[in-house]
């Protein structure tokens, strides 16, 4: 009885372990395209005229690239705060999404969980968590892939920050590094369209998004995903 | 102060929007079409993001073949379609635009 108990303890542990090592391997991958970003992100900052400190914080407290370069230049231009934060907030929007998306798979989990996944919830780890989730499989401990996925993330990006920050290290524009992020959503996503009603989620909101480009504060993109969510959902009707 | 503040709150924003709805589904009663239509986020969301890197140059649409981005995004749709490795996509999408680049400099 107590040996039995034993075991299955064990097995556990083996499979927290599993987990979250699977999630850091399904991560590592994407941090191609997510060093050269931090590195860019942390010259910019600095170009723009931010105290070093306060770029490393940007990573730590803020934690979505994008966002933290058109902050970073927004600061450089001395805009009103309200607007630097309402810009932030906007770009940001996107997460709500991802929120929603992965919290019926978090529920269960009790509350110190859900805050800390939810700080690490950024596009790269969900990718890759979302993916896990929706594997049809015993799905007890896969909360530790997201851990060890969004762990992995968040070490990479402050590093490369730094890097960016504090050594300086420059990366020549000609090297067209920053097309590396492009790549990386390409593969995250081409290869889970398997159905009709994704395909068109797919291009509607690509299409969408590159009409609405010089939309401002980034609300194309937010458009685009609306218009594509809706396109998915009426030919899933459909069929 | 001037940039703290702010940093404080953008953070702050950007935290509770992750946060929201892992902290209150449950609590509140999603819509059965919500839920279904949530499945929908990440092709959408991600071809938004990444197919205006490729059509686009400097906010303009070139669907040339001088849009070295375009071809070496095809090149890497298509490796990821018949891969699925996410840094063999990364790198044969990276090495095709130097090698474009080079040819058209």
């Keep these: ?239 | 102060m001037s940039i703290w503040l702010p940093i404080f709150l953008s953070g702050l924003l950007t935290y509770s929007m992750r946060l929201s709805f892992i902290v209150f589904y449950g609590r509140i009663n999603m819509p059965d079409l919500m839920q279904r239509a949530l499945r929908f986020v990440p092709p959408a969301v991600f071809t938004a993001i990444f197919l205006p890197e490729l059509v686009l140059s400097e906010g303009t649409l070139d669907l040339t073949l001088g849009n070295g981005r375009l071809l070496a995004g095809m090149v890497a749709i298509l490796v990821a379609w018949r891969t699925k490795n996410v840094i063999l996509t990364i790198v044969i999408g990276m090495l095709t635009l130097w090698i474009l680049q080079a040819l058209i400099s």
Excluded: C
Excluded at chain 1, 194 to 207: E, N, Q, T
């Design chain 1, 1 to 239: 009885m107590l040996a039995k108990k034993d075991n299955r303890t064990q097995e556990t542990k083996n499979s927290v372990q599993v987990e979250f090592l699977s999630g850091v391997k399904a991560e590592l991958p994407l941090m191609i395209g997510v060093v050269p970003f931090g590195m860019i992100y942390g010259i910019l900052a600095l170009s723009a005229g931010l105290p070093a400190s306060a770029a490393q914080a940007m990573s730590v407290i803020i934690f979505a690239g994008s966002s933290q370069f058109v902050s970073a230049q927004l600061f450089s231009l001395s805009v009103p705060a309200v607007i630097n934060i309402f810009t932030v907030g906007v770009i940001n929007l996107r997460h709500t999404l991802y929120s929603a998306s992965i919290a019926p798979y978090l529920q269960k989990l009790p509350n110190r969980w859900k805050w800390s996944l939810g700080y690490l919830l950024t596009d790269e780890a969900y990718a890759v968590s979302i993916i896990h989730y929706q594997e049809k499989d015993d799905g007890r401990n896969k909360h530790w892939f997201f851990l060890g996925a969004g762990l992995t993330l968040w070490t990479t990006w402050q590093l490369s920050t730094a890097v960016g920050v504090f050594l300086g290290a420059s990366v020549p524009a000609s090297w067209s590094l920053d097309f590396t992020l492009a790549l990386t959503f390409i593969a995250l996503t081409v290869p889970y369209l398997k159905d009709r009603a994704s395909l068109g989620a797919a291009l509607s909101g690509g299409v969408i998004a590159v009409i609405a480009f010089n939309l401002p504060l980034k609300l194309g993109l937010l458009v685009a995903a609306i218009i594509g969510i809706l396109v998915g959902l009426s030919l899933e009707r459909k069929s």
